[in-house]
């Protein structure tokens, strides 16, 4: 959440007690489920999604759900490690027919 703030996203927190209800009821495909959801514009960003590729998301405003990265991959927002290099991973978008597309390759 720091990474977004810092990145001028406003940021409102909300604990919930079924965090899976909430994803599939913003279609996030399963299996790409993450420990984040957030939804920004109307468009849903799961996981440790860089902040640029949420504003370009919203630049070119293409015809997806959201983006997801899936899992925690070293080096993506909130995932760095001290001493540990980053990891290569893609930002990818996604639809409510759970097709996915790579947006951003890091």
């Known amino acids: 959440m720091g990474h977004l703030r810092q990145h001028g996203f406003p940021v409102d927190v909300r604990d919930m007690p079924d965090p899976r209800a909430l994803k599939r009821a913003q279609g996030v ?6 420990c984040h959801t957030a ?8 996981g440790h999604v860089p902040a640029d590729a949420i504003t370009r ?5 293409p015809p997806v759900t959201g983006l997801v990265v ?3 991959p070293p080096g993506a ?6 001493g540990h290099g980053a990891q290569p991973y893609d930002v990818l978008t996604f639809d409510r027919s759970g097709r996915t597309t790579v947006f951003v390759r890091r």
């Open 39 to 46: 939804v920004v514009d109307g468009y849903v960003v799961e």
């Open 57 to 61: 998301l919203l630049r070119e405003r």
């Open 29 to 34: 495909p399963a299996g790409l489920e993450a």
């Open 77 to 82: 927002p909130g995932m760095e490690m001290p």
């Open 70 to 72: 899936p899992g925690m």
